[in-house]
């Protein structure tokens, strides 16, 4: 594949993440410091910590892509390198998909005291974004292995 064909998919994940740095050098800093309701502060912290923690697990994730993308540049798409990145890209966002999960019943709490029930609904978007995320990694995986795997039947047979 000729090299840089790639590029603009190479664009979209150091697009995707620079504003998630900017929220998690200045937006959360300045949430945890300054909370709209002083009394919910003690509940906003786990809150915060929670999705810092998440970071970790998905800029490793758009690591792992843009890997898997220079994978494609150089003609080794198939392989078990693109393999492992797949599986760490899924591993990467079960990981935030269970944070979350801890986190939901701070978002409860924080909708209880608020009266904002739809709190708790875009408390649940990134669950269920990560988990499409983890189910299509899983997938292209598994198409990618039974690739891997007729290919090297293929380069046997002849």
């Known amino acids: 594949m000729k090299r840089g064909s790639t590029i603009f998919l190479k664009i979209a994940v150091f697009l995707i993440g620079t504003p998630a740095l ?4 200045f937006g959360l800093y300045y949430l945890a410091n300054h909370p709209a309701n002083p009394e919910y ?17 998905f800029f490793v994730a758009l690591y ?15 392989s078990q390198i693109s ?12 990981t935030i998909s269970i944070l979350y999960v801890i986190m939901l019943p701070f978002v409860f709490f924080v909708a209880e005291l608020d009266d904002a029930p739809g709190l708790v609904i875009v408390g649940m978007v990134p669950i269920f974004a990560s988990m499409v ?6 997938v292209l995986q598994k198409l990618l292995q039974e690739a891997i795997d007729i290919k090297s039947e293929n380069d046997l047979t002849v």
């Open 64 to 78: 792992q892509a843009f890997r898997l993308l220079n994978y494609i540049d150089k003609n080794k798409a198939f």
């Open 133 to 138: 995320i983890a189910f299509f990694a899983a």
């Open 22 to 25: 900017a929220l998690c050098i």
């Open 41 to 57: 502060a003690h509940i906003l912290y786990p809150i915060v910590i929670i999705m810092y923690v998440s970071a970790i697990p």
């Open 83 to 94: 393999v492992r990145a797949l599986q760490r890209i899924k591993y990467c966002a079960i």
